[in-house]
């Protein structure tokens, strides 16, 4: 039963890191069967590549298994994209309330396309 594919085979694993917008350093790497997300960071070698991504500064990024948050002692199955998300800069809610104030409220939202005699908000 141990020469069976599901015992011997590796895993195929994606790393993916993003320490700029709009760059993404990515890399393929083949663990065995039972390997966690800090282990793929480890045999990837990003983490020596950028020494801000070392687990003891989990509170400043945040991991991830397809896109859903994760811990470092996760296991991994084949085929799984581990991610490591920068910190937000700016709070999101914060930066859209900013964007609304700066075009108006005449070109956002409901309020964009009302008709000629309309009542307010319709």
């Known amino acids: ?4 594919p599901a015992f011997c085979a590796a ?3 994606c790393v993916l890191v993003s ?4 760059v993404v350093h990515e890399r393929h790497i083949s663990l065995p069967a039972g390997s966690t997300v800090q282990q793929a960071l480890t ?3 990003l983490e020596s590549d950028f020494p801000e991504l070392e687990l003891g500064n989990a509170a400043l990024w945040v991991l991830g298994v397809w896109g859903r948050k994760t811990m470092p002692g996760h296991v991994l199955r084949d085929l ?3 991610e490591f998300y920068r910190p937000l800069t700016v709070d999101p809610k914060v930066a ?3 964007r609304f104030q700066k075009q108006g409220t005449q070109r956002a939202g409901l309020f964009a396309k009302r008709r ?6 319709y």
């Open 1 to 4: 039963m141990t020469d069976s």
């Open 11 to 13: 895993l195929q694993i």
């Open 19 to 22: 320490p700029a917008p709009r």
């Open 43 to 45: 045999c990837s070698g």
């Open 80 to 82: 799984d994209r581990v």
């Open 96 to 98: 859209r309330r900013e």
């Open 116 to 121: 000629a005699g309309a009542k307010a908000g």
